[in-house]
């Protein structure tokens, strides 16, 4: 089945500073790609999300880039902000079937130090 | 709408005790899961469902079963609570049709203690 490894666990960063987080997938056939979010006490939030045809996806200080030849992907985080603090997670589908459920990565925890 | 709710929020058991997890969601979605956050071990998802009636396991079944009678409930039951169950359980539901994207919406979480 599919295999998702992320990193890095824990990244600590100057408000103002860009945050990057990458992912790696093990099934080539994967085709979608979202991100999610979870604050804390929260449960986690989707935050932008790529397909397999597309290379990059932009929303505003946000942006996730993948290469299907490595079999990686990554979220970009520009201007970072105290309040883009939390858990990151990534996550992959393999489209066996309409039914495959989403495999996540362990997550990151995003610091954000004004 | 509310969205995805859980009852409990917060549990204390002993071991050996049974109970069950409520998982409701009001956006007449297919597809529904639940999942155990562990520190740093991410999501694992235990069970889930692609409609009433329908169940099927996920990474990390063992010492859990789930029903789904109403297509808005998802239940989560453990008979027999081990202290390896003490987590974070989180349910989510998506809408599901056929090869679509489907961002999955979670509920708050249950937080669970096994003495």
């Known amino acids: 089945g599919e295999n998702v490894e992320q990193h890095p666990s824990t990244l600590s960063v100057q408000e103002g500073d860009s945050a990057v987080i990458k992912c790696t997938y093990s099934d080539s056939a994967s085709n979608y790609f979202p991100w999610y979010k979870q604050e804390l006490g929260k449960g986690p939030q989707l935050i932008i999300d790529i397909r397999s045809n597309v290379g990059e996806k932009k929303d505003q200080r946000i942006a996730v880039t993948l290469n299907k030849t490595a079999k990686h992907f990554s979220l970009h985080i520009t201007e970072t902000q105290p309040e883009d603090s939390a858990v990151y997670f990534c996550a992959a589908r393999t489209p066996i079937s309409g039914n495959t459920p989403l495999v996540f990565g362990k997550g990151t925890r995003l610091s954000v130090i004004a | 709408n509310a969205g995805v709710t859980q009852t409990p929020k917060f549990r204390v058991l002993k071991t050996g005790q049974s109970m069950t997890l409520l998982c409701a969601q009001d956006?007449?979605?297919?597809?529904m899961y639940w999942y155990r956050q562990d520190p740093g071990m991410g999501l694992r998802l235990i069970h889930y469902s692609v409609g009433e009636g329908t169940t099927a396991k996920g990474e990390v079944p063992d010492g859990y079963n789930v029903s789904r009678l109403k297509k808005q409930n998802f239940l989560l039951g453990l008979e027999s609570a081990a202290p390896s169950q003490t987590s974070v359980y989180f349910c989510?539901?998506?809408?599901?049709?056929?090869?679509?994207?489907?961002?999955?919406?979670f509920g708050p979480g249950t937080r669970l203690t096994v003495l």
């Open positions: 956006m007449n979605h297919e597809y």
């Open positions: 989510a539901s998506s809408y599901s049709t056929g090869f679509s994207y489907n961002e999955q919406f």
